[in-house]
């Protein structure tokens, strides 16, 4: 007769190396640079996007779309400038989607954040460890923060402690206003004190601040409806004439004014869009 033995695997620290190491570009958060900061802002869409593809897929999508909406206009027109151009814009489609995806993923995040909170300091006045609370509340809550509390989970079960485990959930959900939650959690792993209290006022703390930037971001809707046209304008408008006909860039650039002023005008729509781009990043943050 067969017999099996039902045997739990005790939580070890050293569990905690089998954990693999996720695909990044940027060398590390010490050296600047512009092109580590492209890279870093790169791994961070890819982390916060939730997208369950690594990010060199992402990029030979970016690589397809470019050759098919190149490769499709040189066809029709027969002019390579005007073909690379508007390839350009079709390889920025996957990213502009993931930019999307992470932003709809990381608000659906933030309505979730306060009622998980206060489930957790529910299952805390039951007498349980801050790890049973926190496994407790993470099957409970459902996607997609209830995945990034999973894996916190998982990861204490391997040995990790909490302060090491939650560490680093503000980066992957792209949540600033996590960072009280775990420096919270942190402090009263370290020094105790009365867990319940603590949770209730920040959860209070934090459907304040998520209140206070409802309110910010109600009042400066029309700003980035702005901002966010004078981004895509400018390439919608040299789209629209390039298909409209097709020698419009040609004689564009014969000119040497023509060339002067087009190189003049997309480093300046480039360092626009940077300088808006980083105004709506500081102002999207929660």
């Given amino acids: 007769m067969a017999t099996g033995i039902n045997r739990q695997i005790e939580a070890l620290p050293g569990f905690a190396d089998i954990l693999g190491d996720r695909e990044t570009f940027a060398a590390?958060?010490?050296?600047?640079?512009?092109?580590?900061?492209?890279?870093?802002?790169?791994?961070?869409?890819?982390?916060q996007s939730g997208m369950e593809i690594v990010p060199s897929l992402l990029?030979?999508?970016?690589?397809?779309?470019?050759?098919?909406v190149g490769g499709v206009i040189f066809i029709i027109q027969e002019h390579v400038l005007t073909a690379a151009l508007l390839g350009?814009?079709?390889?920025?489609?996957?990213?502009?989607?993931?930019?999307?995806?992470?932003s709809r993923r990381r608000n659906k995040m933030t309505e979730q954040l306060p009622s998980m909170i206060d489930?957790?300091?529910?299952?805390a006045k039951t007498g349980r460890s801050i790890e049973q609370c926190w496994e407790l509340v993470a099957h409970d809550t459902p996607v997609p923060l209830g995945d990034e509390l999973m894996d916190c989970a998982r990861r204490m079960k391997m040995g990790e402690d909490l302060p090491s485990a939650i560490r680093?959930?503000?980066?992957?959900?792209?949540?600033?206003?996590?960072?009280?939650?775990?420096?919270?959690?942190s402090v009263h792993q370290q020094t105790g004190g009365d867990l319940v209290s603590v949770l209730e006022r920040l959860s209070e703390t934090i459907r304040d601040r998520?209140?206070?930037?409802?309110?910010?971001?109600?009042?400066?809707?029309?700003?980035r409806?702005?901002?966010?046209?004078?981004?895509?304008?400018?390439?919608?408008?040299?789209?629209?004439f390039s298909l409209r006909d097709a020698e419009y860039l040609p004689k564009?650039?014969?000119?040497?004014?023509?060339?002067?002023?087009t190189i003049v005008a997309v480093l300046f729509e480039v360092i626009g869009s940077l300088w808006i781009l980083r105004i709506l990043q500081t102002s999207q943050r929660s």
């Fill in 28 to 47: 590390s958060d010490e050296e600047a640079g512009f092109g580590n900061g492209i890279n870093k802002w790169f791994d961070e869409l890819m982390l």
């Fill in 59 to 68: 990029l030979g999508l970016c690589l397809f779309f470019g050759l098919a």
């Fill in 88 to 102: 350009f814009f079709g390889s920025a489609g996957p990213i502009v989607t993931a930019v999307v995806i992470r």
């Fill in 119 to 123: 489930e957790l300091a529910r299952a």
């Fill in 168 to 185: 680093d959930l503000p980066q992957k959900t792209g949540l600033i206003t996590l960072n009280i939650l775990v420096t919270a959690l």
């Fill in 210 to 223: 998520l209140l206070f930037l409802g309110r910010l971001r109600a009042a400066t809707t029309g700003s």
């Fill in 225 to 240: 409806a702005t901002a966010v046209l004078m981004l895509t304008l400018p390439p919608m408008i040299i789209t629209f």
């Fill in 252 to 261: 564009l650039m014969d000119s040497p004014w023509g060339q002067g002023i």
